[in-house]
């Protein structure tokens, strides 16, 4: 069936190092991909997308990757900070499908 | 910047009881979602709405739940008798087209707990 997971629960990382978040999916069909951070008790919050025709998208200190050979999807975080302490969710959707589906998050935890 | 508003922020109610969470979309969007997600697990796809009509809905959105758009503004989540399971963080999100690629933006959320 369709499933987007995410390979580490918890990650950390020290203030000033880059982060990587990682996420596999395995709908083939999936053509557009969103990274959301959500800190605790609030909703996500859009921080980068990426459609298929595309294998990567910058945005301020932060890159997604996408690999649809291996169906895999990352987010680079530069420099990291301690208010990137959240949980962070990639999410895909296929075609002009309504619904989102979610991974099921990775904690990054940033240590001064 | 535009923001998805939902209220209330935090609702108890007792089992059984009919539950009603709002949201005020983005104003230009026009595509309408509400999402669950149970304390400490990944965010569920619930309904979607456009054009004043369900357009997908998951399994677990069964004969409960209803969602409405009464106004021009309010989108709306009934959950007509409430289990103890439905506790959960309900997030209403929006988006102004389905076209691939067009970024979908959630609210705070409306934390329910049923006892």
């Known amino acids: 069936g369709e499933s987007v997971g995410l390979h580490l629960p918890t990650l950390s990382v020290q203030e000033g190092d880059n982060s990587i978040i990682n996420c596999a999916y395995s709908?083939?069909?999936?053509?557009?991909f969103i990274w959301y951070k959500q800190e605790s008790g609030k909703g996500p919050q859009f921080i980068i997308d990426?459609?298929?025709?595309?294998d990567k998208r910058q945005g301020q200190r932060v890159t997604v990757l996408l690999n649809k050979t291996v169906k895999h999807l990352s987010l680079q975080i530069a420099a990291t900070q301690p208010g990137d302490s959240a949980v962070y969710f990639c999410?895909?959707?296929?075609?002009?499908?309504?619904?989102?589906?979610f991974g099921t998050g990775t904690r990054l935890q940033v240590t001064l | 910047e535009p923001e998805v508003t939902q209220t209330p922020s935090h609702q108890v109610t007792q089992m059984g009881q009919e539950v009603i969470l709002r949201c005020v979309p983005i104003?230009?969007?026009?595509?309408f979602y509400w999402y669950r997600q149970i304390l400490g697990q990944k965010v569920e796809f619930l309904v979607s709405?456009?054009?004043?009509?369900?357009?997908?809905k998951s399994e677990i959105f069964d004969d409960q739940f209803s969602v409405e758009r009464p106004d021009g503004s309010n989108f709306t989540l009934k959950i007509r008798s409430t289990k103890l399971e439905d506790s959960a963080m309900y997030f209403c999100?929006?988006?102004?087209?389905?076209?691939?690629?067009?970024?979908?933006?959630f609210g705070e959320g409306s934390w329910l707990t049923v006892v």
């Open positions: 999100a929006s988006r102004q087209t389905a076209i691939s690629g067009n970024t979908i933006y």
């Open positions: 709405f456009y054009n004043n009509e369900i357009s997908e």
């Open positions: 999410a895909e959707a296929s075609g002009t499908a309504s619904k989102l589906t």
């Open positions: 990426i459609r298929s025709n595309m």
């Open positions: 104003s230009n969007h026009l595509y």
């Open positions: 709908n083939s069909a999936s053509d557009y």
